[in-house]
């Protein structure tokens, strides 16, 4: 199975700082990349697909790329609404494994 | 509008099976595959297996394999999936979703989870 690393497990930012959230893919997955956004008790939301892709209604501050096999997810500048864990998932082979979650808290 | 409304909470003993369900509405049911994810409490997200509703192809995860079994009624819309010799590693939320474009396996519709209690 490929394995997806995510970086860091927790993160503590004020809100207007820009911050990046990593996931590491263990083999190539091309853009095969999703990122989902999860409050408590919540399903989780869809952000971003095929590595980059907003998706619609998604703010602009949220954006996502790619080098190799490491995926960025960036927030340029946190709002009161971002804070939430963040998942990132692969879909180009079986499983479709996801990261193991980044919880953005507020300093 | 896409919906996925899945059935409710439940409770089950250990060694016993759970079947939930997920009713797809608002676009053509054949034309999507579902995903099924879980959640145990305060755990990260697990991808369990998907079901191409034209045929009922499967696919699952290797660690649920011989437990697990998704299946469709094209009749109603609504898929199903099942796990059986239940453990209390499995109790957790449990989440269809489809595609939010395709079925690539990338997921923008949820359902809105149906909690799965293992107990004694």
């Known amino acids: 199975d490929i394995q997806m690393t995510q970086s860091p497990s927790s993160l503590s930012a004020s809100v207007g700082d820009r911050v990046t959230i990593t996931c590491r893919a263990s083999?190539?997955?091309?853009?095969?990349l999703a990122w989902y956004q999860q409050k408590p008790g919540k399903a989780p939301k869809f952000l971003i697909y095929?590595?980059?892709i907003l998706q619609s209604g998604v703010p602009s501050r949220f954006s996502g790329s790619r080098s190799g096999t490491d995926f960025t997810l960036t927030i340029s500048s946190l709002q009161p609404e971002d804070f939430a864990t963040y998942y990132c998932?692969?879909?180009?082979?079986?499983?479709?494994?996801f990261g193991q979650g980044t919880k953005l808290e507020i300093k | 509008q896409v919906h996925l409304e899945q059935s409710g909470a439940e409770v089950k003993k250990p060694g016993a099976s759970v079947k939930v369900s997920c009713k797809a509405s608002?676009?053509?049911?054949?034309?999507?595959?579902l995903f099924w994810v879980r959640q145990a409490p305060g755990q990260g997200l697990e991808w369990m297996g998907m079901?191409?509703?034209?045929?009922?192809?499967?696919h699952y995860a290797q660690s649920l394999q011989g437990r697990v079994t998704m299946t469709r009624d094209t009749s109603t819309s609504t898929v199903y999936m099942e796990l059986s010799s239940l453990r209390s590693e499995d109790t957790a939320v449990y989440y269809c979703?489809?595609?939010?474009?395709?079925?690539?396996?990338?997921?923008?519709?949820w359902g809105q989870g149906t909690l799965v209690t293992v107990s004694s």
């Open positions: 979703a489809r595609g939010a474009y395709d079925s690539s396996g990338n997921l923008g519709y």
């Open positions: 079901i191409n509703p034209v045929g009922g192809d499967t």
């Open positions: 608002g676009y053509t049911f054949s034309n999507y595959h």
């Open positions: 095929g590595t980059s």
């Open positions: 083999q190539g997955i091309f853009s095969w």
């Open positions: 998932q692969q879909y180009n082979t079986y499983p479709y494994i």
